[in-house]
């Protein structure tokens, strides 16, 4: 599960450009995720679409990702959506398909996962409040 070198450098922008302004936008749709190292709630910026009492999303790098090893670690998250939290669990799906799922979220959120995914995940939030 090594990294390429175009997967280093997503991941670099991502972390140190892009995620920091996404996370400043008031109505961007945030994952907060508990670290699995530090405890700590980290926030990750992502698109997907609330579907009744589910959050469905699908992470370009899957396994790879952050957020994903700290789901592992703690299901537990919050989704920011139009601005509000919502507790929830969160269900990694390895058997879903992937690319289908993202035929029925926002297009203009998955520009960047179609582009540099390497590792496609769909994860559903199921949401508590």
């Given at each position: ?7 280093r450098?997503t991941?670099?922008?991502q972390?140190n450009?892009?995620n ?9 749709t945030?994952?907060?995720t ?7 709630p980290r ?15 699908v ?9 994903i090893r ?6 537990h998250?919050r ?33 960047g996962?179609r ?9 559903r939030?199921d949401?508590?409040?």
């Amino acid at each position: 599960m090594t990294d390429t070198p175009r997967d280093r450098v997503t991941k670099f922008f991502q972390k140190n450009v892009a995620n920091r302004l996404m996370r400043r936008l008031p109505f961007q749709t945030l994952l907060e995720t508990t670290g699995r190292k530090s405890g700590e709630p980290r926030t990750t910026p992502l698109g997907g679409r609330r579907i009744g009492d589910t959050f469905w999303f699908v992470s370009e790098f899957g396994e790879k990702s952050d957020y994903i090893r700290n789901i592992k670690a703690d299901p537990h998250v919050r989704v920011r959506l139009n601005g509000r939290w919502h507790r929830g669990t969160a269900h990694l799906l390895p058997d879903d398909d992937a690319r289908a799922r993202m035929r029925t979220l926002p297009q203009y959120n998955n520009v960047g996962v179609r582009a540099f995914g390497t590792n496609l995940l769909t994860v559903r939030v199921d949401l508590i409040d």
